[in-house]
């Protein structure tokens, strides 16, 4: 028993120096943790930016330094023993960091601010945490090898040109939780595939999908009450449609074609809402009978 307890005591002594000796990631039983130098830049060269205050922290700028690889954002971060949780990623923090490949981000972040992530044009997978709640302009934007992406559940809006011109991207599982998709959302996504609209939708905005070229099917949910001009142009959808009036659920999307001159339309009896710029440039067109609905 005596030489047992001596074991275990040199084992739990070599494994504490161990601990104390290693620099990289400090793990606790609940979160993952790394120091900063004197520049505030941790051990991958991540820099951020320390309120005394609130004893918060957020991921700034990175251009100045060569962020590359897998990255792990942690949840603290600790200068002169002091601890600052992460909560925010700032605006532009990786802009432009192309040799990056793949972020993982923590769940005390709750805020991603505008073109965090734009042009990162290595990033593969990036796995959101689960309290942010809205993507904000340009976060992905130019990410052009991005594939996976995973939302999580609380999302609700996702502000313009958010995935902007990520062109590798299949598919996107969007949260039943989000509400709307701004304009030029996902533009140029031109391997998007796959996309599902919640049953909470509301509003998508101009362009969201402009030259989507292989998406085939569309559904849109009964809760979307506004649809901006070209939402859907040259998708692989909109090719398929007849010369006409193009119907989405209850709302008249647009007219494709040319239209005969003297056109009178009347719109199905069920008709809730005209698309904007739903009959835009049709110069044949004489009236339009619209029912009660």
Same mark, same amino acid.
């Given at each position: 028993?005596r030489?047992?307890?001596k074991?275990?005591?040199?084992?739990l002594?070599?494994?504490?120096?161990?601990?104390?000796?290693v620099?990289f990631?400090?793990m606790?039983?609940?979160a993952?943790?790394d120091k900063?130098d004197?520049?505030?830049?941790?051990?991958?060269?991540?820099?951020?930016?320390?309120?005394?205050?609130?004893?918060?922290s957020?991921?700034?700028?990175?251009?100045s330094v060569?962020i590359?690889?897998?990255?792990?954002?942690?949840?603290?971060?600790?200068k002169?023993?002091k601890?600052?949780?992460?909560t925010?990623?700032?605006?532009?923090?990786f802009y432009?960091?192309?040799s990056?490949?793949e972020v993982v981000? *923590?769940d005390?972040v709750i805020? &991603?601010?505008?073109?965090a #992530?734009? +042009? @990162?044009s !290595?990033?593969t997978? =990036?796995t %959101?945490p689960?309290?942010v709640?809205?993507?904000?302009?340009?976060?992905?934007?130019?990410?052009t090898?991005?594939?996976?992406?995973?939302? *999580?559940?609380?999302?609700?809006d &996702?502000?313009d040109?958010? #995935?902007? +011109? @990520?062109e !590798?991207?299949?598919? =996107?599982? %969007?949260?039943e939780s989000?509400?709307?998709?701004?304009?030029?959302?996902?533009?140029?996504?031109?391997?998007?595939?796959?996309?599902?609209?919640p049953e909470?939708?509301?509003e &998508?905005?101009?362009?969201? #999908?402009? +030259? @989507?070229?292989?998406?085939s099917? =569309?559904?849109?949910?009964?809760?979307?009450?506004?649809i901006?001009?070209?939402?859907?142009l040259?998708t692989?959808?909109?090719?398929?449609?007849?010369?006409?009036?193009i119907?989405?659920?209850?709302i008249?999307?647009?007219?494709?074609?040319?239209m005969p001159?003297?056109?009178?339309?009347?719109l199905?009896?069920d008709t809730?809402?005209?698309?904007?710029?739903?009959?835009s440039?049709?110069?044949?067109?004489?009236s339009i009978?619209m029912?009660?609905?």
């Amino acid at each position: 028993m005596r030489k047992f307890c001596k074991l275990l005591s040199i084992f739990l002594l070599v494994l504490f120096s161990f601990v104390n000796t290693v620099p990289f990631f400090v793990m606790s039983a609940s979160a993952l943790s790394d120091k900063l130098d004197a520049n505030n830049t941790d051990t991958q060269g991540i820099i951020f930016t320390l309120n005394e205050k609130t004893s918060t922290s957020a991921v700034s700028d990175t251009t100045s330094v060569t962020i590359s690889g897998n990255i792990v954002i942690p949840d603290i971060v600790t200068k002169n023993g002091k601890q600052y949780r992460v909560t925010e990623i700032e605006a532009y923090a990786f802009y432009n960091c192309t040799s990056l490949t793949e972020v993982v981000i *923590p769940d005390s972040v709750i805020v &991603i601010e505008d073109a965090a #992530f734009r +042009n @990162c044009s !290595s990033i593969t997978k =990036i796995t %959101l945490p689960k309290n942010v709640r809205i993507i904000e302009e340009e976060t992905f934007y130019d990410c052009t090898s991005l594939k996976t992406v995973n939302l *999580p559940a609380g999302i609700t809006d &996702i502000y313009d040109k958010a #995935f902007f +011109n @990520c062109e !590798s991207l299949p598919s =996107i599982i %969007l949260p039943e939780s989000t509400l709307k998709i701004g304009t030029d959302a996902f533009k140029y996504c031109d391997n998007l595939e796959e996309i599902t609209f919640p049953e909470r939708l509301t509003e &998508i905005g101009g362009n969201a #999908f402009y +030259n @989507c070229k292989k998406i085939s099917q =569309i559904s849109i949910p009964n809760s979307v009450i506004s649809i901006g001009r070209n939402a859907f142009l040259n998708t692989g959808w909109y090719k398929n449609q007849p010369d006409g009036l193009i119907y989405l659920n209850k709302i008249v999307y647009k007219y494709k074609g040319t239209m005969p001159a003297n056109t009178t339309i009347t719109l199905k009896n069920d008709t809730k809402i005209i698309a904007d710029e739903a009959f835009s440039r049709c110069r044949s067109l004489i009236s339009i009978k619209m029912p009660d609905s």
